[in-house]
Protein backbone atom coordinates (compact mmCIF):
# COMPACT_ATOMS: atom_id res chain seq x y z
CA UNK A 1 0.00 0.00 0.00
CA UNK A 2 1.41 3.58 -1.06
CA UNK A 3 2.41 5.85 1.54
CA UNK A 4 -0.75 8.31 0.24
CA UNK A 5 -3.07 5.62 0.52
CA UNK A 6 -1.75 4.93 4.31
CA UNK A 7 -2.25 8.86 4.82
CA UNK A 8 -5.67 9.12 2.98
CA UNK A 9 -7.38 5.92 3.72
CA UNK A 10 -7.87 6.89 7.30
CA UNK A 11 -8.67 10.55 7.02
CA UNK A 12 -11.21 10.50 4.28
CA UNK A 13 -13.87 8.16 3.75
CA UNK A 14 -13.59 5.72 6.84
CA UNK A 15 -13.58 8.74 9.06
CA UNK A 16 -17.42 8.54 9.77
CA UNK A 17 -18.20 5.06 9.59
CA UNK A 18 -15.43 3.32 11.72
CA UNK A 19 -16.67 5.64 14.57
CA UNK A 20 -20.45 4.99 14.22
CA UNK A 21 -19.48 0.76 13.89
CA UNK A 22 -17.56 2.05 17.50
CA UNK A 23 -20.26 3.91 18.72
CA UNK A 24 -22.45 0.46 17.99
CA UNK A 25 -20.39 -1.83 19.46
CA UNK A 26 -19.17 0.31 22.51
CA UNK A 27 -23.02 0.46 23.08
CA UNK A 28 -23.54 -3.45 22.68
CA UNK A 29 -20.83 -3.85 25.49
CA UNK A 30 -22.09 -1.38 27.47
CA UNK A 31 -25.53 -2.85 27.14
CA UNK A 32 -24.35 -6.24 28.09
CA UNK A 33 -22.27 -5.15 30.92
CA UNK A 34 -25.80 -2.83 32.55
CA UNK A 35 -27.76 -6.57 31.79
CA UNK A 36 -25.37 -8.17 33.67
CA UNK A 37 -25.26 -5.91 36.56
CA UNK A 38 -28.76 -5.70 36.80
CA UNK A 39 -30.15 -9.18 37.05
CA UNK A 40 -29.47 -10.42 40.26
CA UNK A 41 -32.25 -7.04 40.99
CA UNK A 42 -34.11 -8.67 38.17
CA UNK A 43 -34.74 -11.95 39.55
CA UNK A 44 -34.24 -10.74 43.58
CA UNK A 45 -37.72 -8.66 42.53
CA UNK A 46 -39.35 -11.51 40.90
CA UNK A 47 -38.61 -14.04 43.32
CA UNK A 48 -40.33 -11.20 46.19
CA UNK A 49 -43.32 -11.02 44.06
CA UNK A 50 -44.03 -14.96 44.07
CA UNK A 51 -46.42 -16.33 47.09
CA UNK A 52 -44.27 -16.04 50.35
CA UNK A 53 -42.90 -19.43 51.82
CA UNK A 54 -42.65 -21.30 48.58
CA UNK A 55 -39.36 -21.86 45.98
CA UNK A 56 -40.40 -19.95 42.91
CA UNK A 57 -38.35 -21.02 39.63
CA UNK A 58 -35.52 -18.51 38.47
CA UNK A 59 -36.75 -16.05 37.00
CA UNK A 60 -40.14 -15.78 35.81
CA UNK A 61 -43.30 -13.22 36.48
CA UNK A 62 -45.35 -14.55 39.04
CA UNK A 63 -49.24 -15.26 37.46
CA UNK A 64 -50.68 -13.69 40.86
CA UNK A 65 -47.67 -10.75 42.45
CA UNK A 66 -47.72 -10.86 46.03
CA UNK A 67 -46.81 -7.26 46.45
CA UNK A 68 -47.77 -7.86 50.41
CA UNK A 69 -44.19 -9.59 50.75
CA UNK A 70 -42.91 -6.07 50.66
CA UNK A 71 -45.14 -5.18 53.69
CA UNK A 72 -44.44 -8.35 55.69
CA UNK A 73 -40.79 -8.03 55.24
CA UNK A 74 -41.28 -4.20 55.88
CA UNK A 75 -42.93 -4.91 59.38
CA UNK A 76 -41.28 -8.55 60.49
CA UNK A 77 -38.04 -6.52 60.08
CA UNK A 78 -39.10 -3.72 62.00
CA UNK A 79 -37.73 -1.87 58.83
CA UNK A 80 -38.57 1.76 60.14
CA UNK A 81 -36.89 0.51 63.84
CA UNK A 82 -33.92 -0.17 62.08
CA UNK A 83 -33.59 2.83 58.97
CA UNK A 84 -33.95 4.92 62.61
CA UNK A 85 -31.06 3.45 63.81
CA UNK A 86 -29.07 3.16 60.72
CA UNK A 87 -29.35 6.95 60.82
CA UNK A 88 -28.26 7.96 64.06
CA UNK A 89 -25.37 5.48 63.74
CA UNK A 90 -24.32 7.44 60.25
CA UNK A 91 -24.99 10.75 62.11
CA UNK A 92 -22.96 9.84 65.20
CA UNK A 93 -19.94 8.75 62.78
CA UNK A 94 -20.11 11.01 59.59
CA UNK A 95 -20.45 14.32 60.76
CA UNK A 96 -17.65 13.50 63.73
CA UNK A 97 -15.17 11.91 61.77
CA UNK A 98 -15.34 13.94 58.87
CA UNK A 99 -14.32 17.19 60.88
CA UNK A 100 -11.82 15.81 63.03
CA UNK A 101 -10.03 14.39 59.92
CA UNK A 102 -9.90 17.53 58.43
CA UNK A 103 -8.69 18.69 61.07
CA UNK A 104 -5.74 16.96 61.13
CA UNK A 105 -5.39 16.78 57.46
CA UNK A 106 -4.86 20.63 57.77
CA UNK A 107 -2.77 20.35 60.60
CA UNK A 108 -0.35 17.89 58.99
CA UNK A 109 -0.47 19.68 55.60
CA UNK A 110 -0.52 23.43 56.21
CA UNK A 111 0.56 23.63 59.90
CA UNK A 112 3.14 21.08 60.16
CA UNK A 113 4.47 21.06 63.59
CA UNK A 114 7.76 18.79 64.34
CA UNK A 115 6.90 15.11 64.17
CA UNK A 116 3.69 15.54 62.43
CA UNK A 117 5.36 13.62 59.35
CA UNK A 118 5.67 10.69 61.48
CA UNK A 119 2.29 10.82 62.85
CA UNK A 120 1.05 10.46 59.31
CA UNK A 121 2.96 7.84 58.24
CA UNK A 122 1.49 6.20 61.10
CA UNK A 123 -2.34 6.98 60.13
CA UNK A 124 -1.28 5.82 55.98
CA UNK A 125 0.34 2.55 57.80
CA UNK A 126 -3.83 2.15 58.78
CA UNK A 127 -4.65 2.29 54.74
CA UNK A 128 -4.51 -0.96 54.01
CA UNK A 129 -5.86 -2.79 57.18
CA UNK A 130 -8.76 -5.12 56.94
CA UNK A 131 -11.27 -4.69 59.73
CA UNK A 132 -10.99 -8.52 60.83
CA UNK A 133 -7.67 -8.22 61.83
CA UNK A 134 -8.49 -6.35 65.01
CA UNK A 135 -12.70 -7.41 65.47
CA UNK A 136 -11.19 -9.75 68.35
CA UNK A 137 -9.78 -7.02 70.65
CA UNK A 138 -12.31 -4.35 69.28
CA UNK A 139 -14.76 -6.27 71.04
CA UNK A 140 -12.69 -6.45 74.31
CA UNK A 141 -12.37 -3.33 74.26
CA UNK A 142 -15.56 -2.07 73.19
CA UNK A 143 -16.73 -4.05 76.31
CA UNK A 144 -14.39 -2.94 78.55
CA UNK A 145 -15.49 0.30 77.86
CA UNK A 146 -19.08 -0.54 79.15
CA UNK A 147 -20.55 0.42 75.46
CA UNK A 148 -20.75 -3.52 74.57
CA UNK A 149 -24.34 -3.53 72.30
CA UNK A 150 -24.75 -0.16 72.17
CA UNK A 151 -24.95 2.14 68.96
CA UNK A 152 -22.04 3.95 70.23
CA UNK A 153 -20.03 0.33 69.98
CA UNK A 154 -20.24 0.39 66.04
CA UNK A 155 -19.84 4.54 66.13
CA UNK A 156 -16.63 4.93 67.94
CA UNK A 157 -14.69 2.50 66.44
CA UNK A 158 -15.89 3.10 63.12
CA UNK A 159 -14.86 6.96 63.78
CA UNK A 160 -10.90 5.58 64.63
CA UNK A 161 -10.94 3.07 61.56
CA UNK A 162 -11.90 6.25 59.20
CA UNK A 163 -9.27 8.04 60.31
CA UNK A 164 -6.38 6.80 57.90
CA UNK A 165 -8.52 7.35 54.77
CA UNK A 166 -10.10 11.08 56.04
CA UNK A 167 -6.70 11.96 56.86
CA UNK A 168 -5.13 10.97 54.19
CA UNK A 169 -7.44 12.20 51.55
CA UNK A 170 -8.10 15.47 53.22
CA UNK A 171 -3.99 16.11 53.15
CA UNK A 172 -3.98 15.54 49.77
CA UNK A 173 -6.71 18.31 49.16
CA UNK A 174 -4.88 20.64 51.71
CA UNK A 175 -1.40 20.03 50.47
CA UNK A 176 -2.43 21.64 46.88
CA UNK A 177 -4.11 24.56 48.21
CA UNK A 178 -1.52 27.42 47.55
CA UNK A 179 0.40 29.29 50.37
CA UNK A 180 -0.75 32.60 49.59
CA UNK A 181 -4.12 32.22 50.48
CA UNK A 182 -3.68 31.51 54.61
CA UNK A 183 -0.66 33.96 54.27
CA UNK A 184 -3.00 36.56 53.39
CA UNK A 185 -5.27 35.55 56.45
CA UNK A 186 -1.90 35.57 58.55
CA UNK A 187 -0.98 39.07 57.81
CA UNK A 188 -4.79 40.37 58.49
CA UNK A 189 -3.78 38.76 61.98
CA UNK A 190 -6.59 35.45 61.61
CA UNK A 191 -5.63 32.96 63.96
CA UNK A 192 -5.33 29.67 63.18
CA UNK A 193 -8.47 28.04 63.85
CA UNK A 194 -10.13 31.52 62.14
CA UNK A 195 -8.37 30.63 58.48
CA UNK A 196 -9.20 27.04 59.04
CA UNK A 197 -12.34 28.18 59.37
CA UNK A 198 -12.93 31.33 57.03
CA UNK A 199 -10.21 30.31 54.15
CA UNK A 200 -9.37 26.36 54.29
CA UNK A 201 -13.11 24.86 55.25
CA UNK A 202 -14.81 26.81 52.35
CA UNK A 203 -12.18 26.15 49.62
CA UNK A 204 -12.07 22.09 50.59
CA UNK A 205 -15.96 21.62 50.49
CA UNK A 206 -15.92 19.92 47.50
CA UNK A 207 -13.21 17.12 49.40
CA UNK A 208 -14.97 17.64 52.65
CA UNK A 209 -18.36 16.47 50.16
CA UNK A 210 -16.86 13.48 48.59
CA UNK A 211 -15.60 12.56 52.17
CA UNK A 212 -18.85 12.23 54.19
CA UNK A 213 -20.80 10.21 50.97
CA UNK A 214 -18.22 7.65 51.10
CA UNK A 215 -18.11 7.71 54.55
CA UNK A 216 -21.99 7.31 54.83
CA UNK A 217 -21.86 4.60 52.49
CA UNK A 218 -19.26 2.93 54.36
CA UNK A 219 -20.83 3.18 57.84
CA UNK A 220 -24.84 2.32 55.85
CA UNK A 221 -23.66 -0.55 54.39
CA UNK A 222 -20.90 -2.04 57.44
CA UNK A 223 -21.47 -5.85 58.39
CA UNK A 224 -18.66 -6.86 60.38
CA UNK A 225 -18.89 -4.73 62.98
CA UNK A 226 -22.40 -4.61 63.83
CA UNK A 227 -22.63 -8.35 63.77
CA UNK A 228 -19.44 -8.67 66.50
CA UNK A 229 -20.61 -5.86 68.53
CA UNK A 230 -24.14 -5.53 68.53
CA UNK A 231 -26.16 -8.79 69.87
CA UNK A 232 -29.61 -6.64 69.01
CA UNK A 233 -30.48 -6.57 64.98
CA UNK A 234 -32.40 -3.79 65.99
CA UNK A 235 -29.74 -1.63 67.17
CA UNK A 236 -27.25 -2.57 64.26
CA UNK A 237 -27.11 -0.92 60.25
CA UNK A 238 -29.46 -1.82 58.31
CA UNK A 239 -26.62 -3.97 56.43
CA UNK A 240 -25.85 -5.85 59.62
CA UNK A 241 -29.36 -6.83 60.48
CA UNK A 242 -29.76 -8.76 56.80
CA UNK A 243 -27.56 -10.89 58.19
CA UNK A 244 -29.67 -11.80 61.63
CA UNK A 245 -32.65 -12.17 58.75
CA UNK A 246 -31.10 -14.70 56.58
CA UNK A 247 -30.92 -16.60 59.74
CA UNK A 248 -34.51 -16.06 60.30
CA UNK A 249 -35.87 -16.02 56.76
CA UNK A 250 -33.21 -17.96 55.30
CA UNK A 251 -35.14 -20.80 53.51
CA UNK A 252 -38.35 -18.29 52.75
CA UNK A 253 -36.50 -16.52 49.42
CA UNK A 254 -39.56 -14.52 48.43
CA UNK A 255 -39.61 -12.72 52.16
CA UNK A 256 -35.71 -12.52 51.89
CA UNK A 257 -35.56 -11.21 48.77
CA UNK A 258 -38.25 -8.71 49.59
CA UNK A 259 -36.56 -7.73 52.56
CA UNK A 260 -33.00 -7.66 51.01
CA UNK A 261 -34.67 -5.01 48.11
CA UNK A 262 -35.73 -2.77 50.95
CA UNK A 263 -32.41 -2.79 52.91
CA UNK A 264 -30.59 -1.43 49.83
CA UNK A 265 -33.36 0.84 48.84
CA UNK A 266 -32.39 4.10 50.67
CA UNK A 267 -28.91 3.87 49.62
CA UNK A 268 -29.79 3.34 45.90
CA UNK A 269 -32.15 6.10 45.69
CA UNK A 270 -29.77 8.45 47.71
CA UNK A 271 -27.19 7.27 45.12
CA UNK A 272 -29.70 8.04 41.78
CA UNK A 273 -30.66 11.71 43.18
CA UNK A 274 -26.69 12.55 43.94
CA UNK A 275 -25.23 10.37 40.97
CA UNK A 276 -22.91 13.01 39.81
CA UNK A 277 -21.42 13.27 43.58
CA UNK A 278 -21.36 9.33 44.72
CA UNK A 279 -19.45 8.39 41.41
CA UNK A 280 -16.95 11.42 41.36
CA UNK A 281 -16.44 10.67 45.08
CA UNK A 282 -16.16 6.59 44.44
CA UNK A 283 -13.89 7.01 41.49
CA UNK A 284 -11.71 9.66 43.08
CA UNK A 285 -12.37 7.26 46.28
CA UNK A 286 -10.26 4.57 44.15
CA UNK A 287 -7.70 6.46 43.27
CA UNK A 288 -6.74 8.07 46.46
CA UNK A 289 -7.05 5.08 48.22
CA UNK B 1 8.53 40.94 59.67
CA UNK B 2 5.28 42.40 59.84
CA UNK B 3 4.08 44.39 62.27
CA UNK B 4 2.20 42.81 63.57
CA UNK B 5 4.38 39.57 64.50
CA UNK B 6 6.80 42.08 65.80
CA UNK B 7 4.37 43.59 67.93
CA UNK B 8 3.70 39.94 69.08
CA UNK B 9 7.48 38.36 69.28
CA UNK B 10 8.89 41.47 70.51
CA UNK B 11 6.22 42.93 73.22
CA UNK B 12 3.98 40.37 74.30
CA UNK B 13 6.17 37.54 74.18
CA UNK B 14 9.60 35.97 73.58
CA UNK B 15 10.13 34.10 69.81
CA UNK B 16 10.38 30.79 70.92
CA UNK B 17 7.13 30.33 72.73
CA UNK B 18 5.50 31.95 69.64
CA UNK B 19 6.95 29.01 68.09
CA UNK B 20 5.80 26.99 71.01
CA UNK B 21 2.68 28.41 71.21
CA UNK B 22 2.29 28.04 67.43
CA UNK B 23 3.20 23.83 67.45
CA UNK B 24 0.78 23.77 70.45
CA UNK B 25 -1.99 24.98 67.97
CA UNK B 26 -0.96 22.95 65.09
CA UNK B 27 -0.71 19.81 67.33
CA UNK B 28 -4.57 20.73 68.91
CA UNK B 29 -5.58 20.12 65.28
CA UNK B 30 -4.11 16.86 64.78
CA UNK B 31 -5.10 15.20 68.10
CA UNK B 32 -8.61 14.52 68.30
CA UNK B 33 -8.27 12.02 64.93
CA UNK B 34 -4.83 10.66 66.56
CA UNK B 35 -6.67 9.93 69.26
CA UNK B 36 -9.56 8.20 68.25
CA UNK B 37 -6.87 6.43 65.60
CA UNK B 38 -4.89 5.08 68.17
CA UNK B 39 -7.58 3.81 70.90
CA UNK B 40 -9.36 1.62 67.54
CA UNK B 41 -6.94 0.63 65.37
CA UNK B 42 -2.79 1.72 66.83
CA UNK B 43 -4.10 -0.12 70.28
CA UNK B 44 -5.95 -3.50 68.99
CA UNK B 45 -2.94 -3.82 66.66
CA UNK B 46 -0.59 -4.17 69.36
CA UNK B 47 -3.54 -6.22 71.53
CA UNK B 48 -3.77 -8.45 68.25
CA UNK B 49 -0.16 -9.46 68.57
CA UNK B 50 -0.18 -9.51 71.90
CA UNK B 51 -3.22 -11.82 72.29
CA UNK B 52 -1.89 -13.87 69.40
CA UNK B 53 0.66 -15.29 71.55
CA UNK B 54 -1.70 -16.99 74.27
CA UNK B 55 -3.79 -19.51 74.28
CA UNK B 56 -6.60 -17.99 76.15
CA UNK B 57 -10.94 -18.48 75.71
CA UNK B 58 -11.65 -15.12 76.39
CA UNK B 59 -13.18 -15.54 79.85
CA UNK B 60 -10.73 -17.32 81.91
CA UNK B 61 -7.07 -16.98 82.61
CA UNK B 62 -4.60 -17.00 79.72
CA UNK B 63 -1.10 -18.89 79.29
CA UNK B 64 1.65 -17.43 77.33
CA UNK B 65 2.52 -19.49 74.24
CA UNK B 66 5.05 -17.99 72.44
CA UNK B 67 5.01 -18.34 69.09
CA UNK B 68 2.95 -21.60 68.76
CA UNK B 69 -0.37 -20.02 67.32
CA UNK B 70 1.79 -19.02 64.66
CA UNK B 71 3.05 -22.31 63.97
CA UNK B 72 -0.38 -23.99 63.85
CA UNK B 73 -2.05 -21.22 61.18
CA UNK B 74 1.54 -21.61 59.24
CA UNK B 75 1.40 -25.21 58.93
CA UNK B 76 -1.77 -26.94 59.35
CA UNK B 77 -3.59 -28.01 56.58
CA UNK B 78 -7.02 -26.58 57.37
CA UNK B 79 -5.05 -23.60 57.86
CA UNK B 80 -3.09 -23.25 54.77
CA UNK B 81 -6.38 -23.91 52.53
CA UNK B 82 -8.10 -21.06 54.75
CA UNK B 83 -5.42 -19.01 53.40
CA UNK B 84 -5.43 -20.75 49.92
CA UNK B 85 -9.10 -19.68 49.62
CA UNK B 86 -7.65 -16.21 50.05
CA UNK B 87 -5.21 -16.36 47.00
CA UNK B 88 -7.61 -18.04 45.18
CA UNK B 89 -10.67 -15.67 45.19
CA UNK B 90 -7.47 -12.72 44.05
CA UNK B 91 -7.58 -14.49 40.38
CA UNK B 92 -11.35 -13.80 40.59
CA UNK B 93 -12.15 -10.70 41.76
CA UNK B 94 -9.14 -9.26 40.77
CA UNK B 95 -8.66 -11.12 37.12
CA UNK B 96 -12.25 -10.95 35.87
CA UNK B 97 -12.88 -7.41 36.43
CA UNK B 98 -9.45 -5.86 35.70
CA UNK B 99 -9.46 -8.26 32.52
CA UNK B 100 -13.00 -7.58 31.60
CA UNK B 101 -12.32 -3.36 32.24
CA UNK B 102 -9.18 -3.44 30.38
CA UNK B 103 -11.46 -4.96 27.35
CA UNK B 104 -14.27 -2.70 27.48
CA UNK B 105 -12.16 0.62 27.90
CA UNK B 106 -9.80 -0.50 24.76
CA UNK B 107 -13.39 -1.15 22.96
CA UNK B 108 -15.60 2.16 24.17
CA UNK B 109 -12.74 4.15 24.18
CA UNK B 110 -14.46 8.12 23.15
CA UNK B 111 -17.71 6.54 23.37
CA UNK B 112 -19.24 6.85 26.55
CA UNK B 113 -20.53 9.87 25.85
CA UNK B 114 -24.10 11.36 25.96
CA UNK B 115 -27.24 10.46 27.53
CA UNK B 116 -26.40 6.54 26.62
CA UNK B 117 -22.42 6.92 28.40
CA UNK B 118 -24.12 8.38 31.71
CA UNK B 119 -27.04 5.64 32.28
CA UNK B 120 -24.12 3.08 31.91
CA UNK B 121 -22.08 4.67 34.30
CA UNK B 122 -24.73 4.95 37.29
CA UNK B 123 -25.85 1.64 36.35
CA UNK B 124 -22.43 -0.24 36.60
CA UNK B 125 -21.87 1.62 39.68
CA UNK B 126 -24.69 0.26 41.93
CA UNK B 127 -23.24 -2.56 42.96
CA UNK B 128 -20.69 -0.24 44.66
CA UNK B 129 -23.43 1.56 46.52
CA UNK B 130 -25.63 -2.05 47.87
CA UNK B 131 -24.11 -3.53 51.12
CA UNK B 132 -22.29 -6.60 49.98
CA UNK B 133 -24.70 -8.40 52.19
CA UNK B 134 -27.49 -7.87 49.53
CA UNK B 135 -25.21 -8.67 46.56
CA UNK B 136 -24.44 -11.95 48.22
CA UNK B 137 -27.81 -12.83 48.87
CA UNK B 138 -29.15 -11.98 45.32
CA UNK B 139 -26.49 -14.04 44.10
CA UNK B 140 -26.99 -17.20 46.73
CA UNK B 141 -30.32 -17.01 45.30
CA UNK B 142 -29.34 -17.01 41.39
CA UNK B 143 -26.78 -19.86 42.10
CA UNK B 144 -29.38 -22.00 43.79
CA UNK B 145 -30.46 -25.04 42.64
CA UNK B 146 -33.57 -23.36 40.96
CA UNK B 147 -31.98 -20.43 40.07
CA UNK B 148 -31.84 -18.22 37.27
CA UNK B 149 -28.09 -19.48 36.27
CA UNK B 150 -29.35 -22.71 36.23
CA UNK B 151 -32.46 -21.61 34.23
CA UNK B 152 -30.54 -19.83 31.85
CA UNK B 153 -27.92 -23.09 31.29
CA UNK B 154 -30.71 -25.14 31.23
CA UNK B 155 -32.13 -23.14 28.03
CA UNK B 156 -28.71 -23.61 26.39
CA UNK B 157 -28.80 -27.20 26.65
CA UNK B 158 -26.58 -27.62 29.44
CA UNK B 159 -28.62 -28.67 31.60
CA UNK B 160 -26.63 -31.70 32.71
CA UNK B 161 -24.07 -29.49 34.33
CA UNK B 162 -26.62 -27.66 36.28
CA UNK B 163 -26.13 -28.14 40.28
CA UNK B 164 -26.61 -25.90 43.32
CA UNK B 165 -23.56 -23.77 42.60
CA UNK B 166 -22.79 -22.94 46.34
CA UNK B 167 -23.13 -25.89 47.59
CA UNK B 168 -20.79 -27.63 45.40
CA UNK B 169 -17.18 -29.15 46.64
CA UNK B 170 -15.65 -27.96 43.41
CA UNK B 171 -17.59 -24.66 42.28
CA UNK B 172 -18.38 -22.85 45.66
CA UNK B 173 -15.36 -20.90 45.78
CA UNK B 174 -15.11 -20.27 42.16
CA UNK B 175 -18.85 -19.13 42.70
CA UNK B 176 -17.88 -16.87 45.67
CA UNK B 177 -15.54 -15.21 43.29
CA UNK B 178 -18.02 -14.52 40.44
CA UNK B 179 -19.87 -12.68 43.29
CA UNK B 180 -16.92 -10.65 44.14
CA UNK B 181 -15.86 -9.78 40.56
CA UNK B 182 -19.76 -9.06 39.75
CA UNK B 183 -19.47 -6.47 42.59
CA UNK B 184 -15.72 -4.91 41.89
CA UNK B 185 -16.58 -5.19 37.77
CA UNK B 186 -18.35 -2.17 37.46
CA UNK B 187 -15.77 0.08 39.63
CA UNK B 188 -13.13 -0.96 37.64
CA UNK B 189 -14.23 -0.61 34.51
CA UNK B 190 -15.44 2.89 34.84
CA UNK B 191 -11.73 3.82 36.34
CA UNK B 192 -10.47 2.17 33.27
CA UNK B 193 -12.34 4.03 30.98
CA UNK B 194 -11.98 7.00 32.85
CA UNK B 195 -8.03 6.93 32.27
CA UNK B 196 -8.34 5.57 28.92
CA UNK B 197 -10.16 9.09 28.25
CA UNK B 198 -7.50 11.15 29.60
CA UNK B 199 -4.42 8.73 27.36
CA UNK B 200 -3.86 11.37 24.23
CA UNK B 201 -5.55 10.44 21.27
CA UNK B 202 -3.14 11.95 18.85
CA UNK B 203 -1.21 8.90 19.88
CA UNK B 204 -3.50 6.51 18.52
CA UNK B 205 -3.75 8.76 15.59
CA UNK B 206 -0.25 8.23 14.83
CA UNK B 207 -0.55 4.39 15.42
CA UNK B 208 -3.12 3.70 13.13
CA UNK B 209 -1.26 5.84 10.76
CA UNK B 210 1.96 3.58 10.81
CA UNK B 211 -0.41 0.84 10.24
CA UNK B 212 -0.17 -0.86 14.21
CA UNK B 213 -2.79 -3.28 14.54
CA UNK B 214 -5.17 -3.43 17.12
CA UNK B 215 -2.77 -5.26 19.90
CA UNK B 216 0.03 -3.24 19.34
CA UNK B 217 -2.16 -0.03 20.27
CA UNK B 218 -3.38 -2.19 23.51
CA UNK B 219 0.36 -3.56 24.37
CA UNK B 220 2.07 0.51 23.71
CA UNK B 221 -0.42 2.73 23.98
CA UNK B 222 -3.19 1.72 26.55
CA UNK B 223 -1.45 -0.46 28.96
CA UNK B 224 1.34 2.21 29.75
CA UNK B 225 -1.05 5.11 29.60
CA UNK B 226 -3.35 3.23 32.17
CA UNK B 227 -0.24 1.65 34.66
CA UNK B 228 -1.74 3.66 37.53
CA UNK B 229 -5.59 3.19 36.76
CA UNK B 230 -4.48 -0.71 36.64
CA UNK B 231 -2.64 -0.20 39.85
CA UNK B 232 -5.86 0.96 41.71
CA UNK B 233 -7.69 -1.44 40.49
CA UNK B 234 -5.37 -4.38 41.27
CA UNK B 235 -4.75 -2.80 44.98
CA UNK B 236 -8.68 -2.06 45.48
CA UNK B 237 -9.62 -5.64 44.45
CA UNK B 238 -6.90 -7.51 46.00
CA UNK B 239 -7.34 -5.85 49.02
CA UNK B 240 -11.60 -7.21 49.13
CA UNK B 241 -10.47 -10.40 48.12
CA UNK B 242 -7.80 -11.12 51.44
CA UNK B 243 -9.83 -9.19 53.34
CA UNK B 244 -13.50 -10.97 52.03
CA UNK B 245 -16.06 -11.50 54.77
CA UNK B 246 -19.75 -10.48 53.60
CA UNK B 247 -19.99 -12.46 50.56
CA UNK B 248 -18.69 -15.47 52.23
CA UNK B 249 -20.48 -15.36 55.49
CA UNK B 250 -24.00 -14.53 53.46
CA UNK B 251 -23.25 -17.03 50.57
CA UNK B 252 -21.55 -20.14 52.03
CA UNK B 253 -20.83 -19.13 55.47
CA UNK B 254 -17.29 -21.06 54.61
CA UNK B 255 -18.85 -24.47 53.63
CA UNK B 256 -19.28 -26.71 52.18
CA UNK B 257 -16.34 -28.26 54.54
CA UNK B 258 -13.98 -25.45 54.85
CA UNK B 259 -13.84 -25.11 50.92
CA UNK B 260 -15.36 -21.40 50.65
CA UNK B 261 -14.00 -20.35 54.22
CA UNK B 262 -11.64 -17.11 53.91
CA UNK B 263 -9.31 -15.86 57.01
CA UNK B 264 -11.93 -13.30 57.89
CA UNK B 265 -14.52 -15.44 58.34
CA UNK B 266 -12.17 -18.55 60.36
CA UNK B 267 -10.90 -15.08 62.30
CA UNK B 268 -14.16 -14.90 63.51
CA UNK B 269 -15.67 -18.51 64.17
CA UNK B 270 -12.06 -18.87 66.47
CA UNK B 271 -12.53 -15.87 67.83
CA UNK B 272 -16.62 -15.81 68.41
CA UNK B 273 -17.78 -19.35 68.24
CA UNK B 274 -14.64 -21.63 69.25
CA UNK B 275 -13.25 -19.20 72.18
CA UNK B 276 -9.58 -19.85 70.43
CA UNK B 277 -8.88 -15.78 70.87
CA UNK B 278 -4.97 -16.81 70.39
CA UNK B 279 -5.22 -18.45 67.45
CA UNK B 280 -7.85 -15.55 65.98
CA UNK B 281 -5.18 -13.37 66.81
CA UNK B 282 -2.13 -15.09 65.09
CA UNK B 283 -4.40 -15.20 62.12
CA UNK B 284 -5.84 -12.13 62.42
CA UNK B 285 -1.87 -10.76 62.36
CA UNK B 286 -1.34 -13.08 59.71
CA UNK B 287 -4.03 -11.60 57.37
CA UNK B 288 -2.73 -7.94 57.65
CA UNK B 289 0.54 -8.63 57.14
CA UNK B 290 -0.56 -10.13 54.05
CA UNK B 291 -2.67 -7.74 52.53
CA UNK B 292 0.55 -5.67 53.35
CA UNK B 293 2.67 -7.88 51.64
CA UNK B 294 0.85 -7.99 48.70
CA UNK B 295 -0.16 -4.13 48.15
CA UNK B 296 2.91 -2.91 48.70
CA UNK B 297 4.80 -4.34 45.65
CA UNK B 298 1.70 -4.07 43.36
CA UNK B 299 1.61 -0.09 44.85
CA UNK B 300 5.58 0.07 43.98
CA UNK B 301 5.07 -1.28 40.41
CA UNK B 302 2.24 0.74 39.42
CA UNK B 303 3.35 4.01 40.62
CA UNK B 304 3.90 6.26 37.86
CA UNK B 305 7.38 6.68 36.92
CA UNK B 306 8.47 10.87 38.17
Given at each position: ?????????????????????????????????????????????????????????????????????????????????????????????????????????????????????????????????????????????????????????????????????????????????????SEAAEIDGATAWQQFWRVQVPIARP??????????????????????????????????????????????????????????????????????????????????? | ??????????????????????????????????IFYATFVLVPIGMSIYYSLLRWDGI????????????????????????????????????????????????????????????????????????????????????????????????????????????????????????????????????????????????????????????????????????????????????????????????????????????????????????????????????????????LPIQWLTRQPK
Amino acid sequence: MSAIAALTEPRTRPETRPAQVGTITARAILLALMFVTLMPFVTMFSAALAPSGTYPPGLQWPANPQWQNFVDAFQSAHMDQLLLSSTIIALGVVPVSVLIGTMAGFGIAKLAPKGSKVVYLLFVLGLTLPFEGIITPLYYEVKALGILNTKLAIILPLIGLYMPFSVYWMRAHFVNVPDEMSEAAEIDGATAWQQFWRVQVPIARPAILSLAILQFLWTWNQFLLPIVLVEVPLERTMAGALGAFQGQWGTNIPLLCAGALIILAPTVALFLVFQRQFVAALLQGAVKG
Amino acid sequence: MSLADSQRSGVVRSPTSVRGRAALVAWAFIVPAFIFYATFVLVPIGMSIYYSLLRWDGIGKAQFKGLSNYLVVLSESDFLQILANAFQLVVYFTVIPVAIGLGVASAIRNHLGGRFGATARTILFIPQVIPLVAAGIAWSWMLASDGVVNQALSLLGLGSITRGWLGDFDFALPAVGLIGAWVLLGLCTMLLVTGIARIDPSLYEAARIDGASAWDEFRWITLPGLRQEIGVCVTVTVIAALASFDIVYIATGGGPGIQTTVPGLEIYRLAFAHRQVGLASALAVVLMLLVILCVLPIQWLTRQPK
